[in-house]
């Protein structure tokens, strides 16, 4: 018999629903419906998906649990490289589409299936980071993309779809949402614009805390491993609980602008409390207890790991590089970082480390010093100025 089984990366959502009842209906397929969790769901929320699954007609659903894996693989780094791409953004999606595609990949072979599908539009980076993971790990497997390919509008699915039976929650489908635990994005008609802010109801937690809250939290080799008093083995736990925690006070949303990987410019919206925070905090830290070179050749090698990582390519060997680089300069970022959290905003309030180098033993800035004197900082002053006072007594330029 023709092998007619093709896996599906499945979120649930209306892009993807609308792919199970294209692949049945145009294409006559089997569909292997597979979710790749993120970290990005609850209990309820995964039951629902697997309901929706079953409800369009799939012949099996697996639910994939990524989370460990992708922190390991990713966010850690992300986390030792302060990642903000365009000083905005954490890749709350781009970093994790790897993982994705990666899990989505071995489930294709597990099952033996001869295509594999994915719900991408012709206009994102999602579509490259698919692509090249599937061409890399199952060149052999025909890859899907009725959105991509048939060029819909969101309008046009949510037809199809009720010609097919299938109720759609028009006010949900409005918005194109992707959780995990590294941050949710949203896409919907304001970030078409270049002007449209996102409503608060586009938003999926809303903003329930008003009074202001304190949270220190305990970083061990650059891996968060505390919140308060609560020791957590396993960062992916404390990750999950400082977003319970932050998410209501409406930290952490903002939109993206930025180059996509095909080379026009994209606009998404995301909520991502978590991830700010602990960037913030964890960047503080590494402030007091690096040296200003560390600082600076770790701000060289991060924003070319997070543009890269951007675009899909984690399998590039030179990211094992920038790693152990990035893991290297961890071994003394140690320490409590104070926070305040309040409605909209988070607030740095200081550090405590054995590791500071701004110790009151060498002086404080601005006041006194301890290892030198005054006559030491006019010869020094003297030596480092040097070269350019020559240079324009030679040339007998003015400012």
């Known amino acids: 018999m023709k092998n007619n089984k093709v896996v599906l990366a499945f979120s649930g959502g209306l892009d993807t629903s609308y792919c199970v009842k294209y692949l049945q209906q145009e294409m006559g397929l089997e569909v292997y419906a597979a979710l790749v969790n993120t970290g990005g769901f609850t209990e309820e929320e995964l039951q ?64 033996g299936a001869a295509y594999v599908a994915h719900g991408s ?45 299938v109720s759609v929650d028009y006010q949900k489908a409005q918005y194109s949402i992707n959780k995990g635990i590294w941050g949710t994005s949203v896409g919907g008609k304001e970030t078409l614009t270049s002007h449209l802010p996102l409503p608060e109801e586009a938003y999926p937690t809303a903003v329930t805390k008003q009074e202001p809250e304190r949270v220190t939290l305990i970083f061990e080799k650059g891996e968060l491993k505390g919140i308060d008093d609560v020791p957590y083995e396993n960062p992916v736990q404390a990750i999950q609980a400082l977003q319970a925690q932050a998410a209501p006070f409406g930290i952490g949303r903002d939109i993206h602008v930025g180059d996509t990987i095909i080379g026009i410019k994209g606009r998404v919206g ?85 590791h500071d180098l701004m110790s009151s033993k060498f002086g ?18 003297r030596i480092f100025g040097n070269q350019t006072m020559m240079y324009h007594k030679i040339n007998g330029t003015e400012f």
């Open 121 to 165: 539009t012709g206009a994102g980076n999602d579509q490259v980071r698919f692509d090249m993971i599937f061409q890399s790990m199952i060149p052999d497997v025909q890859i899907l993309t009725p959105i991509r390919d048939n060029k819909l509008s969101r309008e046009q699915e949510i037809a199809y779809l009720q010609q097919h039976g």
């Open 48 to 111: 629902e998906t697997e309901s929706r699954a079953y409800s369009l007609g799939v012949k099996e659903y697996q639910m994939l649990d990524e989370t460990d894996y992708y922190y390991q693989r990713s966010i850690k780094y992300l986390i030792f490289g302060n990642v903000l791409k365009n000083s905005t953004y954490p890749l709350s999606v781009s970093a994790e589409r790897v993982t994705q595609a990666l899990a989505i990949a071995r489930y294709a072979k597990a099952v």
């Open 270 to 354: 995301f909520e991502a409390a978590a991830p700010m925070v602990i960037i913030k905090a964890h960047h503080t830290l590494e402030k007091h207890v690096l040296t200003k070179w560390q600082l600076y050749w770790k701000d060289q090698l991060a924003t070319f790991y997070g543009n890269w990582l951007h675009e899909g390519q984690l399998m590039d060997p030179v990211m094992r590089n920038i790693e152990a680089f990035l893991e290297d300069t961890q071994q003394n970022v140690t320490g409590k970082v104070h926070v305040l959290l309040a409605p909209y905003r988070l607030q740095i309030e200081g550090i405590e480390s054995d």
């Open 364 to 381: 404080s800035y601005g006041e006194m010093n301890n290892a030198w004197s005054g006559d030491d900082v006019k010869g020094f002053a």
